[in-house]
């Protein structure tokens, strides 16, 4: 019987390297779009920090 410290050998090695990539990659994916929407979301809220508050002078 093998103990659980042992790494795996053997071609289940390169599958798993693989998917770590491809999850890795898929996740990074996911953030950039979330940053994005977010991005585009709080651009057109009112009182944001990063604009000048509108003056309203009315005659």
Same mark, same amino acid.
């Given at each position: *019987?093998? /103990? @659980?410290?042992?790494?795996?050998?053997?071609? &289940?090695?390169?599958?798993?390297?693989?998917?770590?990539? %491809?999850?890795?990659?898929?996740? *990074?994916? /996911? @953030?950039?779009?979330?940053?994005?929407?977010? &991005?585009?979301?709080?651009?057109?809220?009112?009182?944001? %920090?990063?604009?000048?508050?509108?003056?309203?002078?009315?005659?």
């Amino acid at each position: *019987m093998t /103990r @659980r410290t042992t790494p795996p050998k053997g071609p &289940a090695q390169g599958t798993r390297k693989d998917r770590l990539k %491809a999850a890795l990659k898929a996740n *990074m994916a /996911r @953030r950039k779009a979330q940053a994005r929407a977010r &991005a585009t979301a709080d651009c057109g809220k009112t009182g944001d %920090a990063t604009q000048a508050p509108e003056k309203n002078e009315s005659s």
